[in-house]
T-cell receptor, first 118, second 110 residues
């Protein structure tokens, strides 16, 4: 089973529409971290947000907002009033501690490609 | 600070050739990672290192070797390249639990 599932492979929206990208994760740890990264067409990975498992407060940053719900193991990402520059692949990731190696491992979902049409 | 840098940015190899990808970070991070990204697969961990002189296997280590002789550098080697290794390779470093990523290396094996 996938640890991080992004069920939406591709989404297309018209500019100014709101869009929500879904992320469902699976872990047995009580302490873990969740991330969203953006990969624009230029290819680099841009960090958007980190959330730890003890902080379920929703967060808003400009047009971006994140909804973390431990009860449903979800960490969804909403873009309000989408713009063409939001077109990118968005990755959700889970960081858990690898007790054997003593390090944190980052597991990525397969990504959601968002296309914002002018 | 340059952050995480990767050399080279692009490379084309023939099957059976060898090469080394260099990752360097100037943030004094203990942890470093190599990932590969393939279409529709997200990023998959190849190898990682939790400190100078240490390395460990990730999810897809076969066909690759790594070395961490200096804290700031993490090298990824392909001894005998295969077309299945055509991919985009990303290096990352961290203090955990998050990671800072390099710009990527696009490798094509013919």
């Amino acid at each position: 089973a996938q640890k991080v599932t992004q069920a939406q492979t591709e989404i297309s929206v018209v500019e100014k529409e709101d869009v929500t990208l879904d992320c469902v994760y699976e872990t047995r740890d009580t302490t873990y971290y969740l991330f969203w990264y953006k990969q624009p067409p230029s290819g680099e990975l841009v960090f958007l947000i980190r959330r730890n498992s003890f902080d379920e407060q929703n967060e808003i940053s400009g047009r971006y907002s994140w909804n973390f719900q431990k009860s449903t193991s979800s960490f969804n990402f909403t873009i309000t009033a989408s713009q063409v520059v939001d077109s990118a692949v968005y990755f959700c990731a889970l960081s858990e501690r690898d007790s054997g190696a003593g390090s944190y491992q980052l597991t990525f979902g397969k990504g959601t490609k968002l296309s914002v049409i002018p | 600070n340059a952050g995480v840098t990767q050399t080279p940015k692009f490379r084309v190899l023939k099957t059976g050739q060898s090469m080394t990808l260099l990752c360097a970070q100037d943030m004094n991070h203990e942890y470093m990672y190599w990932y590969r990204q393939d279409p529709g697969m997200g990023l998959r961990l190849i190898h990682y290192s939790v400190g100078e002189g240490t390395t460990a296997k990730g999810e897809v280590p076969d066909g690759y070797n790594v070395s961490r002789l200096k804290k700031q550098n993490f090298l990824l080697g392909l001894e005998s390249a295969a077309p299945s290794q055509t991919s985009v390779y990303f290096c990352a470093s961290s203090p955990p639990p998050g990671q800072f990523f390099g710009p990527g290396t696009r490798l094509t094996v013919l």
